[in-house]
């Protein structure tokens, strides 16, 4: 009896770390989606040579809880100010879970046209 009694009261708790975890699993691999996504729509946009900082459109259309920054920064290779566009950006994107950022996402976005 003791032994069933410590599986009785042992299996629950199990499941709810179980679930838990998928839950945390589920909303990682979303952010990163999310994030990856609006990497890739950043990427196809236009380059932005025009406003300083660079102004980038956001996705639209997310899973409801989850929301999107993104920041775009002129690189200064050429150490001639950032008033200067030198066709090369740094794209940051954080995905937020509600009012957590869960996923941060750093790339960089060039001119090859200039």
């Not at 980038?56 to 566009?85: E, F, H, K, Q, W």
């Amino acid at each position: 009896m003791a032994i069933v009694g410590i599986l009785v009261t042992a299996i629950p708790g199990g499941l709810s770390v179980a679930h838990k975890t998928t839950i945390i699993s589920n909303e990682l691999t979303t952010t990163e989606s999310i994030g990856r996504s609006q990497m890739d729509y950043i990427q196809n946009q236009t380059y932005d040579k025009t406003n300083n900082p660079p102004v980038y459109a956001v996705l639209s259309n997310l899973p409801i809880g989850y929301s999107i920054t993104s920041m775009a920064a002129r690189l200064d290779p050429l150490g001639d100010g950032t008033a200067n566009d030198d066709g090369i950006q740094k794209i940051t994107i954080n995905v937020k879970h509600g009012t957590e950022t869960v996923y941060t996402l750093v790339d960089f976005k060039g001119n090859l046209v200039r």
